[in-house]
T-cell receptor, first 114, second 113 residues
């Protein structure tokens, strides 16, 4: 299967941490990605993690990967109003030949309350 | 210095018409993609070209025809537009086909009336 699942909505208070969760299906995924989409804009690559890693930290962002449970999470520390957006996780699946393609989750709408 | 650009940003047209969306990237990438995002924000790949060669062709009506004149451009032509074609169409590009670190354009919002 190629379903990547995320919860649709998350609300947090400014200054709190946000945790966005994602489950994926293909254990052969080599890279897993987090993208951010602000209103009326395209997707912006936030970070990615290689499948042989458990954790990756990049400033306020922490990605955790549990390969056994096929679970990926994105933690945003000290969440700001500018972090309000839709967050997509994506897994990289083999398509045809050597090509790989991204399969996206449904996106999680993060709302940061003042 | 826009990395991935699309034109037009908005497109409103009537059923049955034919329209094109253009995409250009100045990142030196060799792989380009078209995605469709529906009203529920679900994002699905449609096509991918690597060095002007079609490498991904998902189940898309043959009214949709991509064309890549060179590595920096990927256009999407849609014939006989239908109401269900209304969506936001995103172009993206990457270097190679393996890591999928893709960079997206701002999107083209297509409304078919």
């Amino acid at each position: 299967g190629e379903d990547v699942e995320q919860s649709l909505f998350l609300s947090v208070r400014e200054g709190d941490s946000s945790v966005i969760n994602c489950t994926y299906t293909d254990s052969s995924s080599t890279y897993l990605y987090w993208y951010k989409q602000e209103p009326g804009a395209g997707l912006q690559l936030l970070t990615y993690i290689f499948s042989n890693m458990d954790m990756k930290q990049d400033q306020r962002l922490t990605v955790l990967l549990n390969k056994k449970d096929k679970h990926l999470s994105l933690r945003i520390a000290d969440t700001q109003t500018g972090d309000s957006a839709i967050y997509f996780c994506a897994e990289s699946l083999r398509s045809s030949g050597s090509a790989r393609q991204l399969t996206f989750g449904s996106g999680t709408q993060l709302t940061v309350l003042p | 210095d826009t990395a991935v650009s699309q034109t037009p940003k908005y497109l409103v047209t009537q059923m049955g018409n034919d329209k094109s969306i253009k995409c250009e990237q100045n990142l030196g990438h060799d792989t380009m993609y078209w995605y469709k995002q529906d009203s529920k924000k679900f994002l699905k790949i449609m096509f991918s070209y690597n060095n002007k060669e079609l490498i991904i062709n998902e189940t898309v009506p043959n009214r949709f025809s991509p064309k890549s004149p060179d590595k920096a451009h990927l256009n999407l032509h849609i014939n006989s537009l239908e109401l269900g074609d209304s969506a936001v169409y995103f172009c993206a590009s990457s270097l190679g086909t393996l890591t999928n670190e893709q960079y997206f354009g701002p999107g083209t919002r297509l409304t078919v009336t």
